[in-house]
């Protein structure tokens, strides 16, 4: 085989576009619907707490605008894991479970905060919020695919593009 023959990309219909009427339409289904609020929910839930992220670190930590700017950049590292772990985990393991375990980890990272306060400003509360954080960014992440893998199935015949 040449480098040309190589080189060319095999012939792929596209698919017919979806008019907006058509997506919104999606989300008359009750199972499309109950997902939805579901991600609502769970992403309502990340956001809520990250409007107080930055008084919240400060206090427990002890640290400073560069100190909770290192914690969010560890929070955000764990966002990536948890993106990478959702794709995976969306591609591999059963939704239904997998929601139950998702929701559960992201409730039970909130609880460690309020029991770092009476360490606030130690070494130990300095590395639990560490932990949390990690806890906490990949419980949120990871929902993200698990729900989109979701939309797709349930509504296979509004999506753009058709499965093997």
Known sequence: MDLQQKAEAP???NPRPVSLRERIAAAREPEVLATLSLTAIGLGA???????????????TGYGGRGVSVMLLLFGVAAIAGNALGGYGADRWGYG??????FSALAASFLPFSLLAPA???????????VVLVAWSVA???????????????????????SP
């Open 46 to 60: 990340g956001f809520v707490l990250f409007t107080y992220i930055d008084p919240l670190l400060r206090s427990l």
């Open 97 to 102: 479970r997998s929601l139950v375990i998702i």
């Open 120 to 130: 606030s400003g130690t070494f130990l509360a300095v590395a639990g919020v560490g």
């Open 11 to 13: 012939a792929v219909e």
């Open 140 to 162: 949120r992440w990871v929902l993200t695919p698990f729900q989109q893998y979701r939309l797709i199935r349930l509504s296979r015949s509004k999506a753009t593009w058709s």
